[in-house]
């Protein structure tokens, strides 16, 4: 019997927002499954697309690595950039040489922005109610 060789997967967690993303990545064909779904049906808009793509295309790896990923909450802008966050941490633990390059272009940073919290008294967390003078 021959024996078939198993490649190991690159496991890395991406963040953004209310996102957070399971990278599982090794080398391959340069296919891109989310949530168990084809690339282009989960992201159908062309700019979350070209998100996705920065560090792969920065790195030199276009049809190089098979990617599959798990995403949980935010909403579809977020949920990219957490991915490409996710994929830039996977590149880096693959191919260390890549680091100085990727990080360059500041996608190893994690976003730290997020949303307000809603404060008491007010209708979000910064709208006042309207200013009556008599």
Same mark, same amino acid.
């Given at each position: 019997?021959?024996?078939? /060789?198993?490649?190991?997967?690159? !496991?890395?967690?991406?963040?953004?927002?209310?996102? !957070?993303?399971?990278?599982?990545? +090794?080398?391959? %064909?340069? /296919?891109?499954?989310?949530?168990?779904?084809? #690339?282009?049906?989960? #992201?159908?808009?062309?700019?979350?697309?070209?998100?996705?793509?920065?560090?792969?295309?920065?790195?030199?790896?276009?049809?190089k690595?098979d990617?599959? @990923? %798990?995403?949980?909450?935010?909403?579809?802008?977020?949920?990219?950039?957490?991915?490409?966050?996710?994929?830039?941490? @996977?590149?880096?633990?693959?191919?260390? %040489? /890549?680091?100085?390059?990727?990080?360059?272009?500041?996608?190893? %940073?994690?976003?730290?922005?997020?949303?307000?919290?809603? /404060?008491?008294?007010?209708?979000?967390?910064?709208? +006042?109610?309207?200013?009556?003078?008599?």
């Amino acid at each position: 019997m021959a024996e078939q /060789k198993e490649q190991k997967y690159i !496991t890395t967690i991406g963040r953004r927002k209310e996102s !957070t993303v399971r990278v599982y990545l +090794r080398e391959g %064909t340069g /296919k891109i499954r989310v949530n168990k779904r084809s #690339f282009e049906n989960y #992201f159908p808009r062309e700019s979350h697309r070209l998100v996705i793509n920065q560090p792969i295309k920065t790195a030199d790896f276009e049809n190089k690595l098979d990617i599959f @990923a %798990t995403i949980k909450g935010g909403g579809i802008s977020g949920q990219a950039q957490a991915l490409r966050h996710g994929i830039s941490r @996977a590149i880096v633990k693959l191919d260390e %040489t /890549k680091r100085s390059i990727i990080k360059k272009e500041g996608f190893l %940073t994690r976003d730290p922005r997020e949303k307000e919290r809603k /404060k008491y008294g007010r209708k979000r967390a910064r709208k +006042r109610f309207q200013y009556s003078k008599r």
